[in-house]
Nanobody, 128 residues
Framework: QVQLVESGGGLVQAGGSLRLACAAS????????MGWFRQVPGKEREFVAA????????RYADSVKGRFTIARDNAKNTVYLQMNSLTPEDTAVYYC?????????????????????WGQGTQVTVSS
């Protein structure tokens, strides 16, 4: 079992920055791809960013490319999402996820169905 707890969400003005953190417990996440997704009421959960188990590969949704950065610190069993130049369209609940798998992919997956552990989410609200 892997427990994931997100933190760092909050209210920020447009153009501002936030850094989300996802602390894992129960297992080391050093061999797992990790992802961030977000969801607004009435819409499906959407991919934001992912990082491979090695940290050598990252993938981003087009809507956040160049503004968001995903990183991992395996020593701290934590994954981060640095969010810059935030806009009201970034308002959502942000979820951390882990792909617990025996397969060590070179590139992290971006589909929600590839991830089997999820945090409870943290709210990010960007005011205009």
């Amino acid at each position: 079992q892997v427990q994931l707890v997100e933190s760092g969400g909050g209210l920020v003005q447009a153009g501002g920055s936030l850094r989300l953190a996802c602390a894992a417990s129960g297992r080391t996440i050093s061999r797992y791809a990790m992802g961030w997704f977000r969801q607004v009421p009435g819409k499906e959960r959407e991919f934001v960013a992912a990082i491979s188990w090695s940290g050598n590969s990252t993938r981003y949704a087009d809507s956040v490319k160049g503004r968001f950065t995903i990183a991992r610190d395996n020593a701290k069993n934590t994954v981060y999402l640095q969010m810059n130049s935030l806009t009201p369209e970034d308002t959502a609940v942000y979820y951390c996820s882990a792909e617990v798998s025996l397969i060590l992919r070179s590139y992290p997956p971006i589909a929600t169905t590839d991830y089997n552990y999820w945090g409870q989410g943290t709210q990010v609200t960007v005011s205009s």
